[in-house]
């Protein structure tokens, strides 16, 4: 089950989030997750994110190329927050002129979910403000929208791909779903 919010106020601030359960422990869901680079480039415009081998850390910098059609804009991002095992937080800002072409924050991130259902949850949130105001914002609400729901179906769908390699079968029991590893491991993707 998927759940999306947006709001977006008459200042043009955005509160975006969308949730969706994972049939797996919090700590299967991160082996995935934990992959930095190829988790933010998920997303529509996210052209790349290259971190030139450092790992990920709060406080790093890094270019955020953004395109959009046959054009690529320029943007930086820095990871403001990182809890391993947890949760991260980033910038995507326009270079230069900060306040600029929706400067916002994303947060990945895992919860445990409720007992009954087991697994965890994941939760994407997009908080920022919205500069082109020409745009009516009922059509604001639904672009942010639709690409926030895009990029987590694209996360989520990875965690369980590579959660089905590396040999976690997913089932349901009477419990809810749950993640059984009694299935033969395959290669999971590296440790980070």
Request: proline residues 7%.
């Amino acid at each position: 089950m998927t759940r999306l919010g947006v709001r977006l106020d008459s200042r043009g601030r955005v509160r975006a989030n969308w949730r969706a359960h994972l049939p797996l422990p919090r700590s299967a869901a991160w082996r995935t997750l934990c992959h930095f680079e190829r988790i933010v480039c998920l997303d529509h415009f996210h052209r790349s994110a290259d971190l030139d081998g450092r790992p990920p850390a709060a406080g790093l910098e890094f270019d955020l190329p953004h395109r959009i059609g046959p054009w690529t804009i320029a943007r930086r991002g820095r990871i403001l927050l990182w809890r391993e095992g947890r949760s991260y937080v980033f910038s995507d800002l326009a270079r230069g002129r900060r306040r600029r072409a929706f400067p916002h924050v994303f947060v990945v991130a895992l919860d445990d979910a409720s007992r009954p259902a087991g697994g965890c949850r994941l939760r994407l949130e997009v908080r920022g403000r919205w500069t082109t105001n020409w745009l009516p914002g009922e059509l604001t609400r639904a672009w942010i929208g639709w690409n926030l729901a895009a990029m987590g179906q694209r996360i989520r769908n990875a965690i369980l791909a590579d959660a089905l390699r590396a040999g976690v079968r997913l089932s349901r029991g009477e419990a809810g779903c749950s993640a059984d590893r009694s299935a033969a491991p395959a290669p999971a993707p590296p440790p980070c």
